[in-house]
């Protein structure tokens, strides 16, 4: 018998129903764990510091430092596409090339197919060390005299270098510490410089878009729609407040900074656990580690507007993070992030896949990165197609590992 009871019971049953479908809507579904396979790459024995670079038709460029018998070390480039490596060509080799845990050699390609390549030089003067760059019109055979991205003449810290599209060229920016090292100065500060390179590899002076920023956190950098370029770093208030800030290039005119949440991590020094950061056309995700109250976080924040705003941030650690963030966009507009999380004794490389609606999918480990901390670096992901690729140093074996992990297709 139906009864206004039994009404109102299927009116209210119903109505739940209609709130779930339109939760589910609003949410999306959850995205599925990644499922990294090892991919073989040319690194050997004592490769460390890995980066990639995304570059033309798809293809990935791997860079690393490698160590050799006389106390030389090697930066090192080769190429993925179609499954396959290209050869192994040198970019440098010197006995003063400076290797950083934290300070990674940087790669990337212009539109031309030319590609430059970064790197530190040691320097004799305590603490300083400079940015140097070469460029390669051969696919990496042979390289240019190396020159500094830096015109300033003080034996200072430069270094933490990104790239990023700009035009023809490139753009680029960097942390700068040459007012420690001036004698009348009392701005004991680190700036973040930033230049451009011509398609023909040549500079245009630096000049500094952030005249007070945390000392040795990385810096991360993307170009989006239009053109529009966000670079990503951790700044320093009079506080000490080291919020990660953007700031949004575009048709060479530099934007204000903004932080990207307000987290108010209060530190008196350098965590250096830099952001990175993704784009794909006018999205933008970015991924930072903070540590308000000792309480540490790795958080993952998007952007439809090509970085001009930032959604709330979504917590993507599950244990006690470390930080050392990267971050992919896939074609359908999740991103992948890889971080370093603690688990038990050890530390473990996680990766994540969170859609943009802030819904996350199931941690996998990748890797155990016993052996020593500042041994395994920062790992790196970039996208091309429906692969994403990761590369980080595995303190065990001594050697830069790679990985590919399906990401699906276009939207």
Request: aromatic residues 6%.
């Amino acid at each position: 018998m139906l009864t206004l009871d039994s009404v109102h019971q299927r009116r209210r049953a119903a109505r739940w129903t209609l709130a779930a479908l339109l939760s589910i809507v609003a949410c999306g579904e959850k995205p599925p764990a990644p499922v990294p396979s090892i991919v073989e790459n040319p690194s050997a024995e004592g490769s460390a510091q890995p980066s990639l670079a995304l570059g033309r038709d798809g293809r990935v460029w791997l860079s690393w430092l490698e160590r050799q018998g006389d106390t030389s070390v090697a930066m090192r480039v080769a190429a993925r596409a179609n499954g396959q490596w290209s050869a192994v060509h040198q970019v440098v080799r010197q006995r003063d090339l400076l290797v950083n845990w934290a300070d990674i050699p940087r790669t990337a390609e212009m539109a031309s197919g030319a590609l430059v390549a970064g790197w530190l030089r040691g320097s004799s003067v305590k603490a300083g060390y400079d940015l140097m760059l070469s460029m390669s019109t051969d696919a990496g055979a042979t390289w240019s005299a190396a020159q500094p991205a830096h015109h300033d003449g003080i034996a200072a810290e430069h270094g933490f270098v990104s790239f990023f599209p700009q035009g023809d060229g490139l753009g680029m920016i960097w942390l700068d510490g040459r007012n420690y090292a001036l004698a009348d100065s009392s701005k004991h500060e680190t700036q973040l410089m930033y230049a451009t390179l011509d398609a023909h590899g040549t500079q245009a002076r630096e000049f500094a878009i952030d005249e007070r920023i945390c000392d040795c956190c990385q810096t991360a950098a993307v170009t989006a729609a239009n053109g529009t370029a966000i670079v990503a770093y951790r700044d320093r208030s009079e506080g000490e407040v080291r919020d990660i800030h953007v700031k949004r290039i575009a048709g060479n005119v530099v934007g204000s900074g903004v932080p990207v949440h307000k987290d108010n991590w209060v530190i008196k020094g350098c965590p250096v656990n830099g952001p990175s950061i993704a784009a794909q056309g006018a999205t933008v995700a970015l991924a930072w580690f903070t540590a308000p109250n000792d309480t540490p976080h790795v958080r993952l924040a998007f952007s439809q507007d090509t970085g001009k705003t930032f959604g709330a941030p979504v917590e993507v650690h599950d244990r006690r993070p470390e930080g050392r963030v990267s971050v992919g966009l896939t074609p359908n507009g999740d991103a992948l992030v890889g971080w370093i999380e603690t688990l038990g004794d050890t530390s473990v490389l996680r990766l994540r896949r969170v859609s943009a609606q802030g819904v996350k999918g199931p941690a996998t480990d990748l890797a155990s990165l016993s052996g020593g901390k500042r041994a395994s670096g920062f790992a790196r992901i970039v996208v091309t197609g429906d692969t994403a690729m990761i590369a980080w140093a595995d303190p065990l074996s001594h050697r830069v590992k790679t990985a590919a992990i399906p990401v699906g297709g276009a939207k």
